[in-house]
């Protein structure tokens, strides 16, 4: 096992070295982040200036080098736009996007398995039939629409809800953050059920195919013969058969809530990751782009490995090691 | 806390308690785009600057309308053809109790346009002024040359503390361990991407704020910004969408503030290349630049339906444009009028310049900078279509664009041939657009920035070059709108319409709308 985690890493370290060099050089063919900095009012000299002192004078190559030289100090440049290390605005922002990922995974386990087991166990029931047609809704409407939707119903009509932001944070067990808080939950739930719909609707689908494919297996027909209670079957026997789709997808979805929130992140304006990458985008912000992508590849590498593991402990047969190594 | 420290600590609150009136409410702002640092000197650009407006003073306030009125300094005034004296308010004091003086002036000067890591320095505000302490309430600024405005520059420094200010680094602004100021606010946190929290200041030398704390929000999104005003989350936003305007004034529970901004929407057109990459004959052919006749660029003017554009792409929420700022504005023409639509008059000129029937352009414009910029681009294509220029409409996000017009040609030079566009004068006189669109490019001068037609005219550039130097308000201001006529009688732009700001407010709230689109807490009202 110890053999196959250190092969991942130095997987990991090709994969990130790579994407640094396609992000790096994929930015830079877009416009120039000085038009998008300066005062329109500067003149010819001031922009000059402006774009020495970003670096973007010296030839793209000698820009990488530079780039990586700050990399292996553990630098990953500084931010045009918040003249701070891009590093550390990405890890400010890292706090909000876990809390917002997490409860929008448990939103999607904690509604999405049960619903599933039930649509899997009664097929023919029409509340089954209301649950698999409205998990298709939950995975085909924009999140973009269905975000603004919520706030219109909530917060707008309502008026349960905050509409937008993030709320107090609390410190509890060393760790800040605004799950701790009642207005921090309060601002958290609807841009966390806005992420998690599509999550839900896929769990459903996952769960009842496991189950209708489950159902008729050898084992599940010995267990009945063997009068086990029927708690016992679908607790243990049918669940950790069809956990193990379930854990992949869950695993990899997961990595996209904290990498790619973008489009719930902007329209509830939630301080995350997801936001910071947009605005860098769209103002060429060149270094948090790169420093962002890099550690995102970091962190699928390590979801993967993770997902190995819980694999193993789930599936006995399953052996880590690399397919074909 | 040692005890005096906290005796003196309990004072303060009690003062705070009695001098803030009873009515002291906390407001909550929604704002567009959210300032990059709380360094009042990192990056000069509207959101920082307005909200550095909170926290700092400057020796010249302006007002809603970008005219000039004490702040820092009660009076000013040129003392010769080279200095201008400046006497500064006395009795003044920073959010820590030191007191403000000369010094203070002298050494943001210093560091305004010096600050490490700055994407945009206030250098252009600095340049070229040599400051001279007299005695502790009066400055000398003296230029090289004869330089009217300096007011103008000065009113866009802020002033921070010579002894917990200057020397900090833009870190220590944005932790508000050195967020110190003499303005109407005191810092109480900074969140990027989250809030800024102010505190009314209630030793403020001028108007104590009503609000006791103020609250910004960035919220990127128009339609999440409409719908946290809807839901009473915050009580003021800025850019009220334009498609969201019609739906807001028919309800009870918002109201909207409405200003013209100083910003004109206009096209340049290629004045400079006798082969323009974006012109061509009919069928593709190459043809002899005919953006360079005068006839041309009048036909073109004249084809463009500026109600048109006003009434159904902007939805009302413009005014046509016939010169480079709103009336109001100091050097505005009072001669010039839009160019009225005709179609007919058009063609003629077409066909008087040997173009009978038109030719083949592409108009570039940005998607995603001004109100509707992309409709505007689409509608500007088919109306000329419809005068006989084959006119095909491309549109790309700003920071792609903005790089292209104006360096993405061979040489450095601007790339495309005709291009929709936007300008705000920051100084508030019509200086500000004649010197970077209509002057000569030229680097040396500084001069025609942002001239992405090169146009250039020796008549124009001398009348600019001598309001420049005029001291005088009342010539200078005359020079002003001389060259604007000449500018565009010939015209070198194609005015097409002033941007309104748009803000939007709670019921019971107001806001004074501001020309140069700050969003300012001392600007909301309660009624």
New interface residues.
């Given amino acids: 096992m110890t053999v196959f985690i250190i092969r991942r890493l130095m997987q990991a370290m090709i994969v990130v070295f790579l994407m640094s060099l396609i992000v790096f050089f994929g930015v830079n063919v ?21 774009i020495r ?2 670096g973007l004078d010296k030839p793209i190559a000698e820009q990488y080098l530079f780039f990586l030289k700050g990399i292996a100090q553990g630098d990953f440049g ?1 931010s ?5 290390p891009a590093l550390k ?1 990405i890890l ?2 890292l706090p ?1 996007t876990i809390e917002l990922a997490l409860v929008s995974l448990l939103m999607a386990v904690v509604l999405g398995i049960p619903l599933g087991l039930y649509a899997g166990l009664f097929p023919e029931q029409g509340i089954s039939r209301t649950i698999m047609a409205s998990s298709i809704l939950g995975f085909s409407l924009p999140t973009f629409w269905v975000g ?1 939707m919520l ?2 119903g909530f ?2 009509y309502l ?1 349960w809800l ?5 709320g107090e944070t609390a410190v509890f067990l060393g760790i800040e953050s605004s799950l701790w808080t009642w207005n921090g939950l309060s601002h958290l739930l609807l841009p966390a059920l806005n992420l998690a719909l599509t999550n839900i609707g896929l769990v459903i689908r996952l769960s009842r195919a496991g189950v209708r494919e489950a159902m008729h297996q050898e084992y599940i027909k010995f267990a009945r013969a063997k009068g086990l209670p029927t708690h016992r079957i679908i607790g243990v026997h049918l669940m950790k058969n069809i956990m193990i789709p379930i854990v992949t997808v869950l695993g990899l979805e997961f990595g996209n809530l904290l990498a790619f929130s973008v489009v719930t992140e ?4 939630w ?2 990751m997801g ?2 990458l947009i ?1 860098s985008l ?3 912000d060149r270094p948090v782009v790169v420093a962002y992508l890099m550690i995102i590849v970091l962190l699928f590498v390590a979801i993967n490995l993770l997902v190995d593991i819980v694999y193993s402990i789930l599936d006995p047969r399953v052996r880590l090691r690399d397919q074909g190594a | 806390m040692n005890r005096t420290v906290k005796t003196r600590a309990l004072a303060t609150v009690a003062v705070v308690a009695l001098s803030t009136p009873l009515l002291a409410e906390d407001l909550t702002i ?1 704002l567009a785009s959210e300032p ?2 709380m360094d009042p000197h ?4 509207t959101p920082n600057n307005a909200m550095s407006r909170h926290i700092y003073d400057t020796l010249i306030r302006q007002d809603e309308t970008q005219g000039l009125n004490p702040g820092l300094a009660v009076e000013w005034k040129p003392v010769d053809e080279l200095t201008w004296e400046f006497k500064l308010r006395e009795g003044v004091t920073y959010h820590d109790g030191s007191a403000f003086d000369a010094d203070d002036v002298l050494c943001s000067f210093v560091r305004a346009p010096d600050v ?6 206030f ?2 505000m600095t340049k070229g002024k040599t400051l001279k302490k007299i005695d502790d309430f009066t400055i000398h600024i003296t230029t090289e040359a004869p330089y009217p405005l300096m007011a103008n520059d000065v009113s866009n420094v802020p002033i921070v503390s010579s002894e917990s200010g200057c020397d900090a680094t ?2 220590a602004y ?1 932790s508000g361990e050195a967020s110190v100021g003499t303005g109407p606010f005191t810092f109480v946190s900074y ?5 800024i929290v102010l505190a009314s200041n209630p030793n403020y030398w001028g108007d104590v704020s009503p609000w006791s704390t103020v609250t910004f ?5 128009g ?2 910004r409409v ?2 005003l ?5 009580d003021v936003i800025n850019s009220v969408p334009t498609t969201d305007i019609a739906t807001l004034e028919g309800r009870e529970d918002v109201g909207l503030s409405q200003g013209t901004s100083n910003r004109v929407i206009y096209l340049h057109l290629d004045h400079g290349r006798a082969d323009s990459p974006f012109v061509k004959a009919n069928g593709g052919g190459d043809i002899d630049n005919p953006l360079r006749k005068l006839e041309v660029r009048t036909a073109i003017s004249k084809a463009i339906h500026r109600d048109a554009i006003v009434e159904r792409v902007m939805e009302g929420v413009a005014i046509k444009a016939g010169q480079l700022l709103p009336n109001g504005f100091f050097g505005v023409s009072d001669q010039l009028q839009p160019v009225e639509y005709d179609p007919n008059g058009a063609k003629e000129l077409l066909a008087a310049a040997g173009v009978p029937d038109g030719f083949e352009l592409t108009i570039h414009g940005p998607n ?1 900078r001004y109100i509707n910029d992309a409709k505007i681009a689409e509608a500007i294509g088919q109306m000329l279509t419809r005068v006989g220029i084959k006119t095909s409409v491309e549109t790309m ?8 017009a ?2 993405g040609g061979p040489e450095g030079g601007p790339e495309f041939s005709f291009i929709l566009v936007g ?2 004068s ?2 508030g006189e019509a200086s ?1 657009p004649l010197r ?1 669109l209509i002057g000569t490019h030229d ?1 040396d001068k ?2 025609g ?2 001239n992405r037609g090169r146009y250039s005219n020796p008549e124009v550039d001398a009348l600019i070059a001598e309001a420049l130097q005029t001291v005088d308000s009342a010539a200078r201001e005359k020079l002003l709108a001389q060259a604007t006529e000449l500018a565009i009688a010939d015209a070198a732009i194609i005015p097409l319409h002033y941007q309104v700001n748009t803000w939007g407010v709670r019921k019971g709230f107001a806001y004074a709308p501001r020309t140069d689109e700050y969003t300012l807490a001392t600007g909301v009202t309660k009624e």
Avoid at chain 2, 116 to 121: A, E, H, I, L, M
């Fill in positions: 877009i416009g120039n982040p000085v038009d998008m900095l300066i005062n329109p009012e500067a003149d010819q000299a001031e922009i000059e200036r402006t002192a970003l500084k045009f736009i918040f003249g701070e605005l400010q922002h909000a603004l706030i219109m917060s707008v008026g905050p509409s937008t932001g993030r902007t329209i509830f304006a301080p995350g936001k910071l605005d769209l103002q060429l | 929604g990059t640092s990192f990056h000069n650009l490490p890591n700055s994407p945009s320095s250098a252009s833009t870190a944005n969140k990027p991407g989250d809030s929000k960035p919220i990127k999104s339609p999440a719908a946290a809807l839901a009473g989350d915050v995603d996000p700003r920071s792609v664009y903005f790089q292209r104006s360096r300008w705000g920051g100084t500000s970077s680097p500084g001069w920035a942002s």
